[in-house]
């Protein structure tokens, strides 16, 4: 047996060993993790076209007993050591936790709470699907029709198979398709190239916990591969930076992952108390590395700007990599250090339009870029914005970053635009209204909550139960 896991494609769950073939590299020494098969879109476009035979085979298993076997999945995913690919090759959680780590900059400790992010999902797959399905008898589902609430109800499935198109940045993101498998829908993934250990970890657990293998492509591919799955698969998600995802954002077939500029807001009636909450903001600013979509990316408030974002880079500034065994790390290594140059890069060409300062500058002590223990990381940024006009204060990067903007709280909803996550902190009845109402903020958090705060039953970015299912009208004679 080779030293060095191969991991295969997954063609309905069958392993697929290619001509075409990988390395993924340990970031820092450059040691072959695994050599990962490559399809192109020949073999998508092929495979796709036999569709149904992973719906068929998710078909014979009910809503309630796949649910259990989330349940399984979810305890198999986080404690159990499980295949690594098709040379004989297992994994135990430490072990994954440290090859997440070589190859994506992830600390343990980030991994480890990711992992447990997805266990929470799975294990509770009955909240999450009562929440998507606003409480929904499954045996509907089962049956194609029935009567509840006094009515009669009957769904049908939207698609064959759900396409995913898969990011390197976060492994939670992989949560975000886990209700597809309850809801009898087969998943065809495209792992991305630095992490394609998450879901294939996902797929072995899943199959040892008794779902069908036929339920599961896996496929490492180009860009023309993921293309034919965003376009051959009836639903798809993908996800990415604005430049790869603008482009299927008026396509109702195409959940769409991208930034999510979330933002904090104080209202007038709390902004006098703005130091009470000066933890709660640099939390939803730097958890999980800055990584993540619902990070806050900008704090917004009526007054008080100049001293909110120096109390944030106090808090900030000072953070320094660590190694990635330290539990106290808080920052994460970039695989790509083109990556780092780029938002290094990014915010200094942004701090020379006039406007905006770097308040983390001082208290930082050293670069913002720096290399530790054979890593790059970029350390945390607070910039003080005089407007939402300045070109920093509605980015978002892949690390603590955020704006600090002073608005009128009349202003705030004008100005904010499209936010994933929004903490607002606030009592004013009125002004709550408001915010209730406006229409382009997907999770609203009222009170000193975090961004990162979600609620597994309530989605945040798209409910998968009413991507994947349709409701029709029906009546029935017989």
């Known amino acids: 047996m080779s030293s060095i896991p191969h991991i295969p494609a997954l063609r309905r769950g069958r392993a697929y060993e290619s001509l075409d ?39 014979k298993f009910s809503v309630a007993q796949l649910i259990e076997i989330c349940a399984k999945t979810g305890e198999g995913f986080l404690n159990g050591t499980l295949p690594l690919g098709d ?6 959680p430490q072990q994954y936790i440290e090859t997440l780590n070589s190859t994506s900059g992830l600390p343990y400790v ?20 009562n929440g998507l399905s606003r409480g929904l008898d499954f045996s509907i589902l089962d049956n194609g029709s029935g009567e509840q609430f006094g009515t009669r109800l009957s769904y049908f499935p939207t698609t064959p198979a759900l396409g995913l198109v898969m990011p390197s940045n976060s492994p939670a993101v992989n949560s975000l398709w886990l209700p597809a498998i ?6 065809i993934i495209k792992p991305g190239k630095e992490e394609p250990w998450t879901p294939y970890r996902l797929i072995q657990a899943f199959i040892a916990a008794g779902a069908p293998a036929e339920a599961f492509g896996f496929y490492p591919t ?50 006098e108390h703005w130091r009470d909450y000066v933890d709660v903001m640099a939390a939803s600013i730097s958890d999980n590395g800055g990584r993540s979509c619902i990070n806050a990316s900008a704090v917004v408030v009526p007054k008080y ?13 000072p953070i320094q990599p660590a190694r990635a065994d330290d539990p106290n790390a808080r920052l994460s290594g970039f695989a790509n250090p083109k990556m780092a140059d780029f938002i290094d890069g990014a915010i200094e060409e942004g701090l020379k339009t006039p406007g905006a300062t770097d308040v983390t500058a001082q208290y930082r002590n050293g670069s913002r870029k720096v290399t530790f223990d ?34 009128p709280q009349a202003d705030m909803l004008k100005q904010i635009g499209y936010t994933l996550a929004a903490s607002v902190i606030t009592k004013d009845a009125a002004f709550i209204e408001q915010v209730m109402a406006y229409p382009h903020i997907e999770r609203l958090n009222i009170g000193p909550v975090s961004t990162m705060k979600i ?12 991507f994947l299912w349709q409701r029709r009208s029906i009546e029935r004679a017989w």
Not at 87 to 92: A, F, N
Not at 182 to 187: D, G, I, R, S
Not at 377 to 391: E, K, Y
Not at 455 to 466: A, L, R, T, V
């Open 21 to 59: 073939t990988v390395e993924v590299k340990d970031f820092r020494t450059g040691e072959v993790k695994a050599i990962v098969s490559q399809v192109n879109a020949g073999i998508v476009r092929k495979d796709l076209a036999r569709g149904a035979e992973g719906q068929a085979a998710l078909k």
């Open 87 to 92: 040379k004989g090759h297992t994994q135990s």
């Open 110 to 129: 980030m991994v480890r709470r990711n992992m447990e992010k997805i266990h929470l999902a799975l294990t509770n797959m009955k909240t999450v699907l």
């Open 182 to 187: 309850a809801l009898k829908t087969p998943v």
């Open 222 to 271: 180009d860009h023309e591969g993921a293309a034919e799955i965003l376009k051959t698969c009836g639903r798809a998600l993908i996800f990415g930076d604005k430049s790869t995802t603008q482009q299927y954002a008026n396509n109702p077939a195409i959940q769409v992952h991208g930034p999510g500029w979330s933002k904090f807001l104080i209202g007038e009636d709390c902004i």
């Open 305 to 317: 700007a100049a001293e909110i974002a120096d109390a944030l880079a106090q808090k900030l500034g």
């Open 374 to 407: 054979g890593g790059v990381f970029v350390r945390p940024t607070i910039v003080r914005c005089d407007s939402f006009a300045h070109p920093l204060a509605n980015r978002e990067f892949l690390c603590p970053f955020a704006s600090v903007v002073q608005v």
């Open 455 to 466: 609620s597994w039953d309530q989605p945040h970015e798209g409910n998968m139960f009413e």
